[in-house]
């Protein structure tokens, strides 16, 4: 097989599973059709308490038909400020929940000046998104904390690092209940749920937590990362769509420890139960007037309390961005299994993850995520230096044979079986294989796709400025040939064909110019789709994170100086 046809083979794939990922509009959870009803607040047991007592789990959330403003739902309830040196928000001090919680050194878009990211929301607010702990009964006449209880605060002041807070209630029959929460200087709030028993009766109590959303969830236009609920249970890693859970249809699952929450694409909210503690886990969906409500939830182990004694559980909640350092702490600090997954690095997370370290490193040393990546690309062409000389080298020998390639066409045209053979036989008598150059291009496409992931998915890379116009390297390159790259006056519509920046005519220039180097297709019709594949690339890559631009070409020009100096030797040139 001519070597040309590869190339184009391989081209024309990388294009498909590039455009294919890019173009194709991510399975949406469909709008309810129905409405199912308010969800139990004690849904059916899921195992069974010695002595044949069934103990109910988690409670499902069924949310407020009634939707006001965010700020005006705020107002309604009395709450205990959270000030951290990332976070905002408050406590709602009915029910208890952390449902109001704003990630101050994030915003919404490039200018700093834009509002921070808002993470969760309270109940009846347009978006609910919370976070709710506490314990469920075996029996159900024993009264228990629930979402309208209201929590008495031991003091005003904000739950911050060097501040827990503590919010008690008394059940009226014996039964009181303390919860602690604390918080670090990032994302991880400990909970701390105590009840003492001073009644006269034995009580049987199971602690829980939940998130629960509601409403139109954020979720990405491509198939290229999970968005929703997921979770690491007894060791495996669950990635469940919004639209896999069916109203009625929980999944549920057991656990030794893990962790389980909703993630978006830069943020997540997670429960982290007692890591050595048996939990039973849940997905769950619901409808209420034709509003989705999702929660996921774990409920624990037994607690049996004779009169006179206490019960203690503690549990953690992450609820913030998902910076690969910080999760990778709190997976040893905490022992929480492959917290890191939380970020979806993909089938090449043994790649991925560490071109992200290595960029993190150079981005340390130099301070710039576009210069990291220059430097990334001159560390990738160092690993296949061996590779791609040997397919350069294969490539001078194969344009050196043109004019002989041009003198068996010429020859045996209108016979390919003869072509064919006679193109064989010129081969192998001057040491020629047209299949040497395809192994460094096929080595090198999980790398790309990886770093594509990499400046995808990954919080660090956005809002990552480089110099000159590039503000964002997960971003789009944001100027276009149009207005002559923002020299005339005129503002284009958005419109995918018409924005191709200055740095997707870079990659493509810089594909044409290697092109040229490489020996010239048998095939007038090949030859003219090769001539055709910069063009493609260019428009097809100038909706790309301007980061990946800048790597293809830098990749690119690397590229055309190693195989110049290797032809040149080699006479080709």
């Known amino acids: 097989m001519d070597q040309r046809n590869l ?3 391989i081209g024309v794939s990388v294009a498909i599973l590039i455009g294919f990922q890019f ?3 991510h399975y949406r959870t469909p709008p309810a059709t129905q409405q199912t009803g308010t969800p139990s607040g004690n849904p059916p047991t899921t195992s069974q308490a ?12 069924a949310g407020q038909a009634k939707t006001a403003p965010r700020e005006t739902v705020l107002a309604q309830a009395p709450r205990i400020p959270i000030a951290t040196p990332r976070l905002t928000g408050s406590i709602d001090l009915v029910g208890g929940r952390i449902d109001d919680l704003t990630l101050v050194t994030y915003h919404e878009t490039v200018d700093p000046r834009s509002p921070a990211v808002v993470l969760l929301a309270p109940d009846g607010s347009e978006q609910p998104y919370f ?14 904390p629930g979402p309208e209880t209201r929590w008495t605060a031991a003091s005003a002041a904000a739950l911050s690092p060097d501040h827990p807070v503590d919010l008690t209630w008394d059940n009226g029959a014996g039964l009181k209940f303390t919860r602690r929460y604390a918080v670090d200087e990032n994302y991880m709030f400990t909970v701390t749920e105590t009840v003492a028993n001073a009644s006269r009766a034995t009580v049987s109590l199971y602690p829980y937590a939940l998130v629960s959303r509601a409403g139109e969830v954020p979720v990405s236009s491509t198939y290229l990362l999970h968005e929703g609920p997921i979770g690491v249970i007894d060791g495996t890693l669950r990635e469940i769509k919004y639209a896999d859970l069916k109203p009625g249809q929980p999944e549920e699952y057991a ?3 893990g962790w389980l929450g909703f993630t978006d694409k830069y943020w997540l909210t997670a429960l982290i139960p007692d890591q050595k503690e048996s939990i039973k886990a849940r997905f769950t969906h619901a409808v209420r007037d034709k509003v989705d409500i999702w929660q996921v939830d774990y409920r624990g182990v037994e607690h049996v309390l004779e009169p006179g004694q206490t019960a203690k559980a503690e549990s953690h909640i992450f609820a913030g961005a998902k910076e690969v350092a910080l999760l990778d702490r709190y997976e040893d600090a905490l022992g929480i299994p492959r917290f890191d997954r939380a970020i979806d690095f993909g089938w090449f997370y043994f790649i991925t993850k560490p071109i992200f370290l290595t960029l993190d490193f150079f981005y340390k040393l130099i301070g710039n995520f576009g210069i990291a990546i220059l430097a990334l690309t001159v560390c990738i062409k160092a690993i296949f230096f061996p590779l791609a000389n040997k397919s350069y080298r294969a490539m001078s020998k194969m344009k050196k044979l043109q004019p002989e390639m041009a003198k068996l066409r010429e020859r045996f045209g209108d016979d390919k079986e003869k072509l064919n053979k006679e193109t064989m036989a010129l081969y192998k008598r001057v040491g020629a294989n047209p299949m040497a150059g395809c192994l460094p291009i096929l080595i090198q496409v999980p790398v790309f796709f990886s770093l594509y992931k990499v400046l995808y998915v990954t919080i660090e890379m956005r809002h990552a400025p480089f110099y000159g116009w590039i503000h964002d390297l997960s971003a789009p390159d944001p100027t276009t040939f149009v207005n002559l790259f923002g020299l005339i006056p005129f503002t284009p519509p958005h419109i995918s064909f018409l924005m191709i920046g200055a740095w997707p005519l870079i990659m493509g ?3 044409f110019l290697q092109q040229k180097l490489n020996p010239a297709p048998p095939d007038p019709i090949q030859a003219k789709m090769f001539m055709i594949l910069p063009v493609v690339f260019t428009f097809m890559l100038s909706q790309f994170a301007a980061g990946l631009v800048i790597y293809w070409s830098w990749n690119n020009l690397l590229s055309i100086a190693q195989q110049w100096v290797i032809m040149r030797r080699t006479g080709a040139v």
Do not use: C, H, L, R
């Open 7 to 9: 190339f184009i083979a």
């Open 23 to 25: 173009y194709t509009q």
């Open 50 to 61: 010695a002595g044949g007592t069934a103990p109910a789990s988690a409670p499902s959330v």
């Open 131 to 144: 976070v709710q702990s506490g314990w469920v009964a075996a029996d159900a006449n024993v009264k228990v």
């Open 255 to 257: 656990s030794t420890g």
């Open 509 to 511: 220039v810089t594909m």
